[in-house]
C-alpha cells in the first residue's frame, strides 16, 4: 500500500506560478497529476503530466505543454508540478496519483492504471 501527501495547493492571480508536490511512502514506477473540476466526479479527472520514476520520462496534456513542469527528486522521494503562467480555467483539485507497475508509454495519461491516489489539492487562478 502507498501513500501519497500532496502539497503546494493555494489562491493565485492568472499569469502567476505554484508548485505542487507529491511525496510516495514507498517504491513508485510512475506518478502523475490529475485535476478535477469543480462539480465533476472522480471518474472525470483529467489527465494533466506524469512521469516514469526511474528514467524519467516525461509525459504532458496539450492544455498544459509549455506552461507545466513535472519532474522528480529521487533524494527527496518527491514529485513536483510547477505550474507557470496560470489560466482561470486551470482551477480544479489536483491529485497525484501513482503506479508500482512499470507502464507503457500510452499508458501514463490512463486515470485507470493509477492504484494509489492522494487526497488532493486545491488550485484557484483569479481572472
Known amino acids: 500500500q502507498v501513500q501519497l501527501v500532496e502539497s503546494g495547493g493555494g489562491l493565485v492571480q492568472a499569469g502567476g506560478s505554484l508548485r505542487l508536490s507529491c511525496t510516495p511512502s514507498g517504491r513508485t514506477d510512475a506518478m502523475a497529476w490529475f485535476r478535477q473540476a469543480p462539480g465533476k466526479g472522480r471518474s472525470e479527472r483529467k489527465f494533466?503530466?506524469?512521469?516514469?520514476?526511474?528514467?524519467?520520462?516525461?509525459y504532458y496534456a496539450d492544455s498544459v505543454k509549455g506552461r507545466f513542469t513535472i519532474s522528480r527528486d529521487n533524494a527527496k522521494n518527491t514529485m513536483y508540478l510547477q505550474m507557470n503562467s496560470l489560466k482561470p480555467e486551470d482551477t480544479a483539485s489536483y491529485y497525484c496519483g501513482a503506479s508500482n507497475v512499470a507502464l507503457l508509454d500510452n499508458e501514463y495519461s490512463d486515470f485507470g492504471v493509477y492504484g494509489y491516489w492522494g487526497r488532493g489539492t486545491q488550485v484557484t487562478v483569479s481572472s
Open positions: 494533466v503530466a506524469a512521469i516514469g520514476w526511474t528514467a524519467g520520462n516525461t
